[in-house]
């Protein structure tokens, strides 16, 4: 059977189901027939959005929680088929500064969410969203999932831990999880209020409001992007094929762009901004990992994933949304 046709009448959680990729994840799921319960705690400045889900609202069951509560986790785990577990404090610089708070969501929740699993529901399949920080400065490229993970942060070290636990769980107690390594993903319903939380929607931002990229040096440092759609596409495979079990996989973008070639990309788009190049702050340039980029082999092996779409095409999407919903995502 297609891994889409295997969706309907399934009954799927979604933590941080309010965020950028859970809620594009949650509305994917309720149109292709899957009875879908989002959990968000709606933390200010984490990019929970009830926006997220317009024209939705009445088609999926919104709770909102915090997943460190282990009882609310108990009640929402019974009688799940399939848990999208992306819940999570994902911004590296809040980790540097309350690096607590980030092992409490990033590590402990994780840690609450599958015991939960394990007591009330321990068939339910749980997929898991990693993260390429994992990896910290690259000792060859394209990144594979063999490469040594070396964190530059204490976010990074919390997501790997969370995403061990998710394997741990899997080889001592049976649980069928799945981590998913992502990288720079984009597009619709990401949070663009502060630059905290990746760079594209904060690129988008400033050119739609006019205002110049300022890039550091000569901005020929190597990303690789992956559009939300294709993204989700990947969660999807993963939440239906037991060949992930126990794995995890890079979502690695199609091709690396320099970001000087991304912002002037942006700025085009957008018909608006600009770009500067500006000289390296010392404090930043000591902790730059330089050129970054995943391989994706290994999942298009397995599961038959690769991103398809085109990343013209991916900001043309994303710069339009904002256009018609900025003051959505921007508190006037």
Known sequence: MHYLEQYPGQNVLITGGLGFIGANLA???VDLGAHVTVVDSLIPDYGGNLFNIA????????????????YSMRALVAGQDVLFNLAGQVSHMDSMTDPFTDLEINTRSQLSILEACRQVNPTIKVVYAGTRQQYGKPRYLPLDE????APTDVNGVNKLAGEWY???????YGLRTTSLRLTNTYGPRQLIKHNRQ????WFVRLA????????YGDGQQLRDLTYVDD??????????????????????GAAPISLLELATLIVAIAGRGSVELVPWPEERKKIDIGDVYSSHARISAVLGWQPTTPLQVGLTQMIDYYMRHFDKYVTP
Not at 58 to 68: E, F, K, M, S, T
Not at 146 to 149: G, K, T, V
Not at 208 to 215: C, F
């Open 146 to 149: 063999d490469h040594i993970q």
């Open 198 to 201: 990746g760079f594209i929607g």
């Open 55 to 70: 024209g939705y609202e009445g088609r999926l069951r919104v709770n909102i929680a915090d997943v460190r509560d282990p």
């Open 208 to 215: 739609l409001e006019g205002k110049p990229i300022q890039l």
């Open 231 to 252: 993204v989700v596409d990947a969660f999807l495979r993963a939440g239906v094929n037991d060949h992930a079990n126990g794995a995890v996989f890079n979502l690695g």
């Open 166 to 172: 998710h394997i741990v769980y899997h080889t001592a």
């Open 27 to 29: 509305r994917r799921l």
